[in-house]
Each structure stands twice: as C-alpha cells, then as structure tokens.
C-alpha cells in the first residue's frame, strides 16, 4: 500500500484533534494523545456526528452528539451509549511528515 502524506508531525499538540480527507479513504480524525499521533475514522458508530468536534482525553475521543467514547489507539467502545468499534489506521512518521500507512 502507498502511504499517504496528511501533515506535519510537530502541527498538533497534546489533546487536538482535526478531521482530515484522504483520497480513497472514509472521513478521518488524526489526534495526538498520550504524546502520540492516531488516526481513526471520524464518524461515530452511534450516530451522525464528526469525532473531530469532540474531545480528547485519557487516551479516548469523545463523540460531540451523545458523549459516548472510544480509545484512540484501538477504535474499541469506552463510553456508552456507542457499542460498535470504530477503524483505525497505521501511522508512519518520516522526516517530521505523518502518512497514512493503510487500515489496522
């Protein structure tokens, strides 16, 4: 699989988190948690909501609609009323830039 440039390592700081578009792939959240960079899906299992407009923190996304949560690092449910994973993606860091390296 091709990686995928999306931005700059050093742009996100500790807890923030933006919704970024990559060709060929749904809609995504990149966020930086626990000193690292994840990359997850941007729509919530539960409902219509863009992860990106929630929260960050403890190593989970809060969804903005009903507050349900999901860990950063593995897309499992945290919180309810969300039950269903979310996907996740590999990440690579090379010379400061953040690619997509395919789904995990």
């Known amino acids: 699989m091709d990686l995928v440039r999306i931005g700059k390592a050093d742009d996100l700081q500790e807890g923030e988190i933006r919704r970024v578009s990559v060709p060929g792939y749904e809609p995504l959240a990149l966020c930086r948690s626990g000193g690292r960079l994840h990359l997850f899906a941007d729509m919530c299992s539960h409902g219509m909501a863009s992860l990106s407009e929630?929260?960050?923190?403890?190593?989970?996304?809060?969804?903005?609609?009903?507050?349900?949560?999901?860990?950063?690092?593995?897309?499992?449910?945290?919180?309810?009323?969300?039950?269903?994973?979310?996907?996740?993606?590999?990440?690579?860091?090379?010379?400061?830039d953040v690619l997509v390296a395919g789904k995990m």
């Open 54 to 96: 929630g929260e960050v923190a403890d190593g989970q996304v809060f969804c903005p609609f009903h507050g349900g949560g999901f860990d950063v690092a593995t897309g499992m449910p945290t919180e309810r009323p969300c039950t269903i994973p979310i996907n996740v993606y590999a990440l690579v860091e090379r010379d400061g």
